[in-house]
């Protein structure tokens, strides 16, 4: 199982970024993006349950961060107002489980597959 990710880079507080991660395979019961800063946990930015469509969010992203999936394998965060504070390395992650993604924390324990990364910085 291979996920890569794409799509980041820098950009001006207020601005958009979109993320994509390409999944080897569409059979996965949940994904979702995650993000970690130097010396920090990782933490849980949005979730997606693929056989409902349910999504949660973390709180600081509501509202700006939008999960979703295509019909094929690639999975998207759209981001928008980013704010420095969002900068980080963005990690996309799967799990073959269907979780109840809106009541439960978004937590990296959960997911068994990760990706390699992907820098976002805002300035």
């Known amino acids: 199982v291979q996920l890569v990710e794409s799509g980041g880079g820098s950009v001006q507080a207020g601005g958009s970024l979109r993320l994509s991660c390409v999944a080897s395979?569409?059979?996965?019961?949940?994904m979702g993006w995650f993000r970690q800063t130097p010396g920090n946990e990782r933490e849980g930015v949005a979730a997606?349950?693929?056989?409902?469509?349910?999504a949660a969010y973390a709180d600081s992203v509501k509202g700006r961060f939008t999960i979703s999936k295509d019909n094929a394998k690639t999975l998207y965060l759209q981001m928008n107002s980013l704010k420095p504070e969002d900068t980080a390395m963005y990690y996309c992650?799967?799990?073959?489980?269907?979780?109840?993604?809106?009541?439960?924390?978004?937590?990296?324990?959960?997911?068994?597959?990760w990706g390699q990364g992907t820098q976002v910085t805002v300035s």
């Open positions: 997606i349950n693929i056989y409902s469509g349910a």
């Open positions: 395979r569409n059979t996965f019961g949940t």
């Open positions: 992650a799967a799990t073959f489980r269907s979780l109840s993604v809106r009541w439960r924390p978004i937590r990296a324990g959960d997911y068994n597959y």
